[in-house]
């Protein structure tokens, strides 16, 4: 039996959640979310908490588990706290801002880079070198954070490019020039 899969989900105050037809809706106050299930489980949702089960033994059901009960447990947090990505842009002349409805890169080309903001996701600015993405899919947040960080991710020698907030870059020592020891 799955260890996270047997975990019921505690339901906050707020969020409301219905199962019909195979699906699970979540609705609260950021924001509301659904997703379909796997074929073997099964949702119950008693008093204030939510429980997974599943209804065969075989070994795809035994993995769509765990990962039901937390992609549930994930909507019920995105519903009621939301989900957020920091990241940061390190470079001289390295900017970012928010127009309309995309977020405009100027980070080293020779033309600014436009990304289309995804619906549901909410993106901010508040420092030229800061970006914040907000919303309540935890998927998407994560997805359109990865795609911003991989324009152009932080290379190893002087650590510039786009990382997410407090990430760890290795940095790499120069080449180091000397004089040469046998020429004469």
């Known amino acids: 039996m799955s260890r996270v899969g047997k975990k019921s989900v505690a339901i906050p105050a707020g969020v409301k959640i219905s199962?019909?037809?195979?699906t699970v809706q979540v609705q609260g106050p950021k924001g509301s979310a659904?997703?379909?299930l796997g074929a073997g489980?099964?949702?119950?949702v008693t008093g204030n908490e939510v429980a997974v089960a599943r209804l065969r033994d075989d070994k795809v059901t035994r993995s769509?588990?765990?990962t039901t009960r937390q992609i549930i447990g994930n909507m019920i947090r995105g519903v009621s706290q939301g989900f957020e990505r920091r990241l940061e842009i390190v470079g001289v002349g390295f900017n970012a801002k928010v127009e309309k409805n995309s977020l405009v890169l100027q980070v080293g080309f020779c033309h600014p880079i436009s990304l289309?903001?995804?619906e549901g996701l909410k993106v901010e600015a508040p420092k030229p070198t800061n970006i914040t993405i907000k919303g309540v899919d935890k998927q998407k947040v994560g997805q359109f954070a990865a795609e911003v960080r991989g324009i152009r991710p932080p290379e190893p020698y002087k650590g510039k490019g786009i990382r997410y907030e407090n990430e760890t870059v290795r940095r790499k020592?120069?080449?180091a020039f000397g004089t040469a020891a046998g020429a004469k």
């Not at 489980?41 to 119950?44: L, S």
């Open 19 to 22: 199962v019909s037809g195979g």
């Open 41 to 44: 489980v099964q949702v119950a």
């Open 64 to 66: 769509l588990h765990g």
């Open 173 to 175: 020592a120069a080449k």
């Open 116 to 118: 289309p903001i995804p």
């Open 34 to 36: 659904d997703w379909r």
